[in-house]
């Protein structure tokens, strides 16, 4: 009998671990009916963390759970994106937001002081409702495309003084088809502006769904947009993350100032340019790690507010830098070389 259980629990839960680059590693949960993707760099830690969660209407499954989960560990993160209950309804999802939250910061590679949510369409909603009722729980807010689903977005937005995180909400032109979600998203924007709360807005251009070179809505859906993992929005994801979030990737780095940094080109094949803040001309270090922990390069004796960095021996792939002064560190960020 005990065998006959073991069985049908080996057949219920699944999970395989895979070292999907040499960078990170991921854990694929299979539960019956749902999955869970976990995707953190390599390491003890503790990491920056994410929370995704996913969009869609019953069994249709809106956005890319394993390719966001890998593409945030690539820039540093351990990430969550779980799979939740496919009754149409949104009641009871944000009980599995909640759940999946809470056990992504008992990640013993999750820095508690450092977790982000993001979400697509219902998961966009999701996200800005978890926000809000958890604010010290998270740090940074990513909404893509946040549907209204009978109101909720509504009554999400209708009080925003429990907001205490940036805000980041982000919409195709031509977002339309199943509602008017560059409607829904300027409503979010505006009322979280007019209450006080730090929100970015981001607007893109026409996306052509269907690639035949027409701007015909429809059949050219821009909530297609977010289905996976590509430009133009994806680096305006990071990019937010690592402005308004700390990448540590299990370095020394407590109580970090949120400073802000502009590199560029990121990603780059030559040289990079790092711009931050230095008012004060202090001397400051930048310290370069690989995607491991591996110190590769340390600068010293940099009082200006630009640093340039070159490719010189270092092999493609993601890096973490540490700029610190008198061994206090200042800011965090993430390089990729092509």
Known sequence: MNSLKNLWFLVLLTIN????????????????????????????????????????????????????????????????????????????????????????????????????????????????????LYPEKVNTIISMAPAQANGNLNSTIADVSPFDDPILILVATNDLIQDNHVQLAQMAHDSLINGGKNSTHILYPY??????????????????????????????VINFLNTNSCITNGLTSTNQAKSEFIAYPNPFRDRIIIEFTNPKHENHTLTLYDAAGRKKMTITNITTDQISIEKDNLVSGLYLFQLHTNNQATLSGSLLIE
């Open 207 to 236: 996306y052509d769904s269907n690639g035949d070179g027409l701007q015909n809505t429809p059949p050219d859906d821009g909530h297609e947009l977010f289905w996976e993992v590509q430009e133009p929005y994806w680096s305006d």
């Open 17 to 132: 671990t895979n070292i999907v680059t040499s960078q990170i590693t991921l854990d694929s949960i299979f539960e019956n009916p749902g999955y869970t993707y976990i995707a953190s760099p390599i390491g003890a830690g503790p990491f920056p963390a994410v929370l995704y969660n996913h969009g869609g209407l019953g069994t249709n499954i809106g956005g890319d759970l394993r390719g966001t989960a890998i593409a945030l560990a690539q820039a540093g993160y351990i990430a969550r994106a779980e799979k939740r209950m496919e009754t149409i309804p949104i009641s009871g999802h944000l009980d599995e937001v909640t759940e999946a939250l809470n056990t992504l910061r008992e990640d013993p590679r999750t820095d508690t002081n450092c977790v982000c949510i993001m979400g697509f369409s219902r998961g966009g909603l999701l996200t800005l409702q978890a926000g809000k």
